[in-house]
C-alpha cells in the first residue's frame, strides 16, 4: 500500500531541532498520486509534512517557499481529484494572505503588530499535537484486542418482583372507578371519611379476635384526641348501619357489648 | 515475542485465562491453537481434568457443554447474581388497581361490594394476587346469605404505599360530589 | 430462600462470582445489591482490595475503570488469547483516531471545532461510527446560531481503554500552550 511508504511525519524541526527523523524523499508515481494524496488528513497535515520534508523551521516559515510547494501540490490535486481540494484551495488563500501582508512596508508606529504567520503556526503545532495524542491512543491497549475482560457463564435466574404501585396509580384507577360508577346511578356509593372506613376495618379485626367487645373498651380515651375519638364513635355507627357488627344491652345502664354479626 | 508456557503450571493458567475470558463455550480444537499445535490432545485433556479439579472447591466450575468447555458460576451464586439484573417489575392490571382502589377507599367491602362498583364480577384471582401480597385481608363476614368475607387494607399496604394511615390517601370527595349521588 | 452470606469468605466469593462473570465493569452500587442492602460502602472497599490482593499472582486481575470493577486477563496471556481470534478487531483510521483525539482532549467540542483544528470538513460517518461504538456522545448543545452539538468521551471509552478518567490519558504535548516566540 502507497500510504505506507508514505510515513506522514509526526513531527516538525522546531528552533532547528529536530524531533524525529525526516522521511525520506517521494517518488510519486503518477497512477498512485491519488492515493498518495489521499495520504494526507487535509491541508495542515500537507503544510507540516512539507515543513519537515524540507527541513525548514516551524517557527520561522520562509512563506515564499512553503506558498509555492504547497501551490505546486494543490495543482495536482486539482487536476486529479477536484473534491479533495476545497479545504486545500481555503488553505492556498492563507497562505498567500500571510505572504503579502509580509511583504508590505509596516509603518513604524505599528511595528509591534503580530508575526502574520503566528496564526499559521498556532494551528500547525495544535494539529501537530493532536497527531501525536491520536496515534498514542491508538497505541494503548484496548478492551477487545489486548484486553481481555473476564465473562464467565453463568445460569440466569430471573428474580421476580412484585408490580409496583404508586400513589397516583391508586388514585387514577380511583377516580376510574368513580367516573363509571357515576353511570349506574342506581348505585350507591356511601360516603365516609376515609379514616372511618379504616376505623372500620380495624375494629372488624379487633372483634375477630375478641369476639365480644365492651363499647367503651373500644375508644382509648387517655391517648386519643377528641377527633380520633369522634372518628371511632362514627365508624361504630357505620358498622351497625351497614349490619356489619351487632350491639347488644342486657338491661338499661349495663354495658354496651359489640360484636361481629352473625346469621345465627 | 511470548515464551511459551514450559510449565503445567503455566499451561493452565494459559487455559485458565482463555475460559475465564472466553464469550462462548471453548472446543478442544480452540484450546489447542492457544499452544500454536505445540500440544497433545491427550494432555490437554489431562490440563483441563486438573483445572477442573484445581476450582472444585472455588466459585466457578468448569464444565464440559455441547459445543466445548466453559467456567460457569456454580448454581449457589445464581441468586445473588440475579440481583445484578432484575427483571423490570411488572405492573398490575386495570381491573387489578381498581380492585385495590375500592379496597382502599371503601373498606371494609365484600366482593359483591366491589362488583357493585365496578358493574363487572371479580375475577377471584386478583383478590388472591393482593392477598399473597399481604396488602388486603378478612376482616369479618357481612351478616347476610352466603356470609361474604370482608375484605380491607393491611398495614403492608400502608408501609409499601409509604402512609403512615388511610388519611393520608389524598381524599376524593370533592371530586366525588360534583361526579356521583350519594347516597347519604 | 438464598441465606446471605455471613463470613469475609463467603461475601468475597459472591463478588468474585459476579465479577468473573459480568463482562461489564460493575459499579459499586451493582456490587451493594449482590447484598440486598445489607453492605456498607467502606466494608465493600475493604472486600474489592482483598480479592484485589488474593488475585495478585493469578490469571486475572482485579481492575478499576471508569465505570466500575472488573476481572481482566493479565497482560501477559494477551498473545495467547490472540491465537483464538487471529481477526484482530479493526483499529480505526488516521481520520477517526485525530477526531477521536480531538473529542477527547478538547472535549466538550462542536463539529465547527474539530474542523478547525484539522483544517478539513468532518467525515459524518466518523462521528457515527464513534457514537455507535459508544466512545462519544453529545453532552449539550454550543448556544450559537445553529446550537451545534458538542461531543465528548464516555465512561465506555475509558472502560475500553482501562482509564479510571480522562486524567490518566497521555498527557499531550503541549506546543501550544506555550508562548511562541517567533522567529522575526
Known amino acids: 500500500m502507497i500510504p505506507t511508504v508514505l510515513p506522514a511525519p509526526t513531527n516538525a524541526r522546531i528552533h532547528g531541532e529536530t524531533l524525529a527523523s525526516l522521511p525520506q524523499d517521494l517518488y510519486i508515481p503518477p497512477d498512485a498520486l491519488e492515493v498518495y494524496l489521499e495520504a494526507f488528513e487535509g ?15 516551524i517557527l520561522d516559515i520562509p512563506m515564499a517557499d512553503l506558498t509555492l510547494q504547497y501551490m505546486q501540490y494543490v495543482e495536482k490535486m486539482r487536476a486529479v481529484k477536484l473534491e479533495l481540494a476545497a479545504d486545500y484551495l481555503l488553505m492556498s488563500a492563507m497562505l498567500i494572505e500571510i505572504k503579502s501582508r509580509m511583504l508590505l512596508p509596516k509603518p513604524a508606529e505599528i511595528e509591534q503588530e503580530d508575526d502574520p504567520r503566528a496564526q499559521l503556526v498556532r494551528r500547525l503545532m495544535e494539529y501537530e499535537s493532536i497527531k501525536l495524542a491520536a496515534q498514542r491512543l491508538d497505541a494503548m491497549p484496548q478492551v477487545g484486542s489486548e484486553i481481555l475482560v473476564a465473562q464467565a457463564y453463568y445460569q440466569q435466574i430471573i428474580e421476580t418482583q412484585p408490580p409496583i404501585v404508586s400513589l397516583d396509580d391508586l388514585i387514577a384507577a380511583w377516580k376510574a372507578v368513580l367516573e363509571r360508577a357515576s353511570h349506574f346511578t342506581h348505585h350507591k356509593v356511601s360516603r365516609a371519611e376515609l379514616s372511618v372506613r379504616e376505623h372500620m376495618s380495624q375494629i372488624l379485626r379487633r372483634l375477630q379476635k375478641e369476639k365480644l367487645v365492651e363499647f367503651a373498651a373500644l375508644f ?22 351497614e349490619g356489619l357488627v351487632r350491639m347488644t344491652q342486657q338491661a338499661e345502664f349495663s354495658p354496651i357489648y359489640i360484636q361481629i354479626s352473625h346469621a345465627d | 515475542m511470548q515464551t511459551e508456557p514450559q510449565t503445567i503450571v503455566e499451561m493452565k493458567q494459559v487455559l485458565e485465562a482463555a475460559l475465564l475470558t472466553a464469550a462462548q463455550p471453548l472446543a478442544l480444537e480452540d484450546l489447542l491453537r492457544l499452544f500454536a499445535g505445540r500440544m497433545e490432545r491427550a494432555t490437554l485433556r489431562m490440563l483441563l481434568d486438573e483445572l477442573k479439579s484445581d476450582w472444585q472447591t ?6 464440559q457443554v455441547a459445543s466445548g468447555w466453559r467456567f460457569q458460576a456454580r448454581a449457589e451464586y445464581a441468586p445473588f447474581l440475579a ?14 388497581l381498581e380492585t385495590l382502589a375500592i379496597i382502599a377507599y371503601r373498606q371494609p367491602v365484600t366482593r359483591g361490594d366491589i362488583e357493585n362498583i365496578r358493574g363487572v364480577a371479580v375475577n377471584p384471582n386478583i ?58
Request: net charge negative.
Open chain 2, 127 to 184: 383478590i388472591r394476587q393482593l392477598q399473597e401480597r399481604e396488602w388486603i385481608d378478612v376482616v369479618g363476614q357481612r351478616d347476610v346469605p352466603g356470609r361474604p368475607s370482608l375484605y380491607a387494607t393491611t398495614k403492608n399496604f400502608l408501609d409499601d404505599l409509604n402512609l403512615r394511615s388511610l388519611a393520608e390517601l389524598p381524599p376524593m370527595e370533592n371530586f366525588t360530589q360534583q361526579e356521583i349521588p350519594l347516597g347519604l
Open chain 2, 83 to 96: 440481583r445484578l439484573n432484575p427483571e423490570k417489575p411488572q405492573r398490575y392490571s386495570r381491573v387489578a
Open chain 1, 43 to 57: 491541508p495542515l497535515d500537507l503544510l507540516l509534512y512539507l515543513i519537515c520534508k524540507h527541513n525548514l523551521d
Open chain 1, 220 to 241: 382509648n380515651v387517655e391517648s386519643d384526641g377528641i377527633a380520633k375519638l369522634v372518628v371511632c364513635f362514627l365508624a361504630i355507627l357505620e358498622l351497625v348501619r
Open chain 2, 58 to 63: 472455588r466459585t466457578m466450575e468448569l464444565t
